[in-house]
């Protein structure tokens, strides 16, 4: 059961990605290109998917299991530092270079895009990398 | 600022956020987890014990969206993605948010749906930080240089 859940979970994310333009990485660009000829659509996915995500974690708060019987987890830390705040800068750099943050760029590359496939190697690179680096510490 | 009318889909993007926000509230309240594509892809570098096979039921779920999305969708909603970065600028990029991601715990998924939903300043905090990075990367690329 918890299989097939992490399935279709994974397959309507695929399909809100799609749907909502963010497997287009012209249309990211669009919308961070503030200064420019502004798309503002992709506001419009942030704010659907906040607004349905709020109610949805107002009840996992005060859930110890989840409804499929398991552990239900959230993030205890809420420690704001130089990791989250580098790393996210760095992020947002490479998601401005070419239009890809990672949902987008493994469905893209699913459907048999060779750019998304290039990207995703070097983002696959990126994290063996941080592996690296945290255990050479 | 100006509008770009010609490319702006509120409802089909409004639909797919709303989607989103779906497959995050299934993901927390069924299975009990964040939906966070680089957590979830970076917990598979390198797979650990008896944490890999539901990363991999996600991902096969993701990876078939595509072609069930080209079966379903009507034509109009089939557009093709506008790609202008070459390979050197792919690579680049795919670097900086892998690495980013990981020390940063979470992208647009993670941090910025589920965890501003979850009102986590911790999110806000990353959100802000990259979306900022993003404009401003943007920016220089297409006015300055």
Redesign the interface.
Known sequence: M??????????????????????????V??F???????????A??????????????A???KRA????G??????K????DK?????????????????????P????M??G?A?AL??????????????MIERSK | MTIDWSHFTPWASLSGGILLGLASALFILLNGRILGISGILGGLIPPKRHDTIWRLAFLAGLFSSPWIYKALAPASLLTAPRIDAGVLLLIVAGLLVGLGTRYGSGCTSGHGVCGLARLSPRSLIATLTFMAAGFAVVFIARHLL
């Open positions: 918890h299989r097939l859940s992490e399935f279709i979970v994974g397959l309507i994310f695929g399909l809100g990605l799609l749907l909502s333009g963010m497997t287009d990485p012209g249309k660009l669009g961070l290109d503030l200064f420019g000829l502004w798309d503002p659509s992709l419009f996915v942030m704010g659907g998917a906040i607004l349905v995500g709020f109610f949805a974690f009840v996992a708060k299991s989840s409804f499929l398991g552990a239900l987890s959230l993030p830390s809420n420690v704001i990791r989250l705040v580098i790393g996210s800068l760095l992020f947002g750099a490479g998601w401005g270079l070419a239009g890809f943050c990672p949902g760029a493994l469905v893209s699913a459907s895009q750019q290039i990207f995703v190697a070097a983002m696959a690179v990126g994290m063996i990398g941080f592996e």
